[in-house]
């Protein structure tokens, strides 16, 4: 299960355009694309698991849209699915109980691009950036100065261990689920440095400003439109599905459990 679920997240990214950013739409769309990449039974049991996240009666229970609760048990799964996509910004704000759970730090990795190389020149090797990839041996979840790529592959490691405790296999599932959508757009994977503009960095184009939408990065994320309910974000998802291929690492042969858009 362990090695179809992190292929299965990872190669929904390749159904989507390199071009666009994600909002929650784009997450929940990787979601449902996800989702048709799994048999039944592994659909089940990925949701058993996102069931023992620590908030899984607030944050996911709680929230079940009414039509959803109305609707077949398949799709209160891609629901969970795609909630569990967007759960790392949902506790960006709220009660100091959910904020808790927010890891800020968590969702980008600062690979410095440079606006001249004047500036390469002034400020490389001077920045305080983590652009280390591997993760930790000891880190938990309560350890907050992690770049994109160490909580990917700390999730990767605490998702695959049965022994782990379930509320924390939950709880990095659902991490996984949204980092690995985050780490597909360039202001998340990078950020622009200038002497006289940006010396610490653009913070992944927040503080580029825009006329539209505040900023660029605001801007960029708001580009697949806004489809939150579940049968949009799940119509999307077959749209892309139907038009484009989604491929595969070389070597990675298909699951025969793959299903086709439906």
Known sequence: MRTRLALCILLCLTAASPALAWNWTGHRIIASIAFRQLTAEEQARIVALLKRHPRFMEDFADEMPEDVRQADGKSQHEWRFQQAAVWPDLVRSGPPAKTA????????????????????AALEGKLEINLALDSPQEATSSTEALNIVQVIRLARRNCADENADPQTRGLWLAWLFHDVGDLHQPLHATALFSRGLFPTGDRGGNSVKTKQSFNLHSLWDQFPGRHDRLQEA????????????????????????TRPPG
């Not at 969702?107 to 190389?117: A, E, K, M, R, T």
């Not at 070389?250 to 459990?257: C, E, I, K, L, R």
């Open 101 to 120: 759970f927010n890891r800020s730090q968590w969702h980008y990795i600062n690979v410095p691009h440079f606006l001249s190389d004047a500036d390469r």
């Open 234 to 257: 799940r119509a999307a998802a077959l749209r892309l599905m139907r038009t484009r291929t989604t491929s595969r690492p070389a070597g990675v042969q298909p699951s025969s459990s």
